[in-house]
């Protein structure tokens, strides 16, 4: 099966970053570039434009980021657009960004809480995930749902930890359903 745009080109820039011993200032410039992405979203379009010759994107790619970045995103970027893979850009810098956290041991978790947690409440629940996996730092995204009503709902990657009152209630009914 055939490597996805994303992984092989996240992968080739990931490399090379280590290689260069460039990773830190390639993950400052990509994730300035996703958010320039992100809010522009017309140069992805441009750069995918099938009736947009390929010397005129690189002429493009070059006068807009070219003074901007390094080389190297400029040569990835290039290289990319020639490929016809423009329009994953963004899907490719995520990429190098998850492999950037993975190799510096940064997990990601999404916390859930039916009302807005404390500063105090923040840093507990981070020391506490810090001690239960194998991370050395987590970056958390808190979110407020007040329909679970009470407790958290934790996830890092692919896996969910429920302690809703919400989940709870759901599970008591079925329970009771089958009684």
């Avoid at 017309?42 to 790619?61: R, V």
């Avoid at 070059?62 to 020639?82: A, H, P, W, Y």
């Avoid at 999404?110 to 996996?133: C, F, G, H, M």
């Amino acid at each position: 099966m055939a490597k996805q745009v994303d992984t092989t080109y996240g992968n080739a820039l990931f490399e090379l970053a280590l290689e260069e011993n460039i990773l830190d200032s390639l993950y400052e410039e990509v994730i300035q570039l996703i958010e320039i992405l992100n809010e522009n979203p017309e140069i992805i379009k441009l750069l995918a434009h099938p009736q947009i010759e390929k010397s005129e994107k690189k002429d493009i790619i070059e006068n807009v980021f070219g003074k901007r970045v390094s080389d190297e995103i400029t040569g990835l970027m290039i290289m990319v657009m020639e490929k016809g893979h423009s329009a994953s850009l963004i899907d490719i810098f995520n990429y190098f960004i998850k492999q950037v956290k993975k190799a510096k041991n940064i997990g990601i978790a999404s916390v859930v809480s039916a009302t807005n947690l404390s500063d105090s409440q923040k840093a507990a629940i981070e020391k506490r995930l810090i001690e239960t996996t194998s991370y050395a730092t987590m970056e958390i995204d808190y979110q407020v749902d007040k329909s679970i009503i009470g407790g958290l709902i934790i996830r890092i990657e692919d896996r969910v930890v429920d302690s809703s009152i919400k989940t709870k209630i759901d599970n008591m009914s079925k329970t009771l359903a089958k009684a």
